[in-house]
């Protein structure tokens, strides 16, 4: 990434200070970072980083070479027009809005009716936040190579990534990694409810039920063998996790799980039908 480059965020919310955090500080200096947002109590906490501010799109987002849309959905549209006019040929777009598929988006950004295809569609997730991220991304036919590995290094620096072909692709990682991490939360509640139901004071169970989940990815991540035998590893026949493991069998936790999924494709891509 060189020395140069500077970055506009439109939209300086959550998942904006997420990115920002992975970036500013290892990456590039504050300065290099312009957001713009409506909101005078999102522009003061990002002043208070040293980040440059607007409250809406002036020339100096022209003079920005990467643009980060990370607005709502449904406000992806209005912040897209209200930036179109600084477009410039140099200029890279990545969004990260879910459920607005590339097409749309690229029609928004076009001028005399030619779409703008330097556009990268981006499914991040929260965990960014603390540089332990997984995000999809979906480069349109006007993204080079340069842009590409830019774009592999500024999510890199906040977590995994995975390259997809088109949206139907995005839309299966916003229902797998986007909103996964609300999966993992309720998962952990229920076993920190189940812990404390069986008597445990909350605070241990708190603490068992996050590094059993810890060590476990973190066990499946370094091991070389496939999840099933690690599952079969902790499941002797006839012994308590077999019988944990039987519980969840009848009650179809998978199937159960891949109908969550399908319903966070499904409001996906309804999401991409109501505001494209
Ligand atoms: N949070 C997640 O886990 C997650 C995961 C993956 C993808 N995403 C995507 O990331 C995007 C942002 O989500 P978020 O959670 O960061 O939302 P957020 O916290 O609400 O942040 C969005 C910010 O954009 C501002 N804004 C609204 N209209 C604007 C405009 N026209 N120009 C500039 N800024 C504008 C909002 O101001 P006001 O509050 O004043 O309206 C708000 O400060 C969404 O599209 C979401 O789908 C989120």
Not at 15 to 27: E, F, Y
Not at 205 to 234: D, I, P
Not at 239 to 265: I, P
Request: charged fraction near 20%; glycine fraction near 12%.
């Amino acid at each position: 990434m060189s020395k140069e480059l500077t970055l506009a965020f439109i939209g300086g919310g959550n998942m904006a200070s997420a990115l920002a955090s992975g970036l500013i500080g290892k990456r590039r200096g504050a300065h290099d970072v312009l957001v713009i947002d409506p909101g005078e109590q999102a522009r003061a906490r990002w002043e208070s980083q040293g980040v440059l501010t607007a409250q809406a799109p002036d020339e100096r987002l022209g003079a920005r070479q990467v643009w980060i849309f990370a607005v709502k959905p449904q406000f992806l549209k209005q912040a897209v027009e209200s930036c179109r006019p600084y477009l410039t040929p140099e200029t890279l777009v990545i969004s990260v809005a879910a459920g607005i598929s590339a097409g749309s988006l690229s029609q928004w950004l076009g001028k005399n009716g030619k779409p703008w295809t330097r556009l990268i569609r981006c499914m991040p997730n929260t965990p960014a936040l603390i540089g332990a991220g997984a995000a999809g991304l979906l480069a349109l036919e006007g993204v080079g190579d340069d842009d590409r590995a830019l774009a592999q290094q500024m999510l890199g620096a906040v977590g995994e990534v995975v390259w997809v072909r088109d949206d139907a692709g995005i839309d299966a990682v916003t229902a797998l990694s986007g909103s996964g991490p609300a999966y993992v939360f309720l998962f952990l509640e229920a076993m920190i409810q189940g812990g404390i139901s069986q008597g445990l004071p909350e605070a241990d169970a708190r603490k068992l039920a996050l590094a059993t989940f810890t060590g476990a990815t973190q066990l499946a991540g370094l091991s070389h063998e496939s999840l099933g035998t690690l599952r079969e590893r902790v499941t002797s026949k006839g012994g308590t996790t077999a019988a944990a493991l039987d519980v969840f069998e009848k009650e179809g936790l998978v199937r159960m799980v891949h109908q969550a999924m399908q319903a966070a494709r499904d409001r996906a891509a309804g999401l991409s039908a109501e505001f494209s």
